[in-house]
């Protein structure tokens, strides 16, 4: 799957590619920008594996205040969407 041109994307979508985070720094970057998330607005997540870990401690810390959609679950390439509610 092709990653939209940003220019294409809404405005209350942001892209995080957590490929490109150290790994010690991952799930902080990633709750940090889950934080500052308004409702409505959508964290586009991708990943070079599923992050099933990760889901468990979002669902615990957020519970329904953030709802998550898989975009693509092929090996190697993660597309998740973490939407604020």
Do not use: W
Request: aromatic share 8%.
């Amino acid at each position: 799957m092709s990653e939209p041109h940003l220019h294409l994307l809404p405005d209350k979508i942001h892209l995080f590619d957590a490929r490109g985070v150290a790994k010690r720094f991952r799930h902080a970057a990633i709750f940090g920008a889950l934080d500052t998330l308004h409702p409505g607005e959508t964290m586009r997540f991708t990943n070079d594996h599923d992050p099933l870990p990760l889901l468990q401690q979002i669902q615990q810390r957020y519970g329904a205040a953030v709802k998550v959609d898989y975009v693509n679950r092929e090996p190697g390439s993660i597309v998740i969407d973490f939407t604020r509610q």
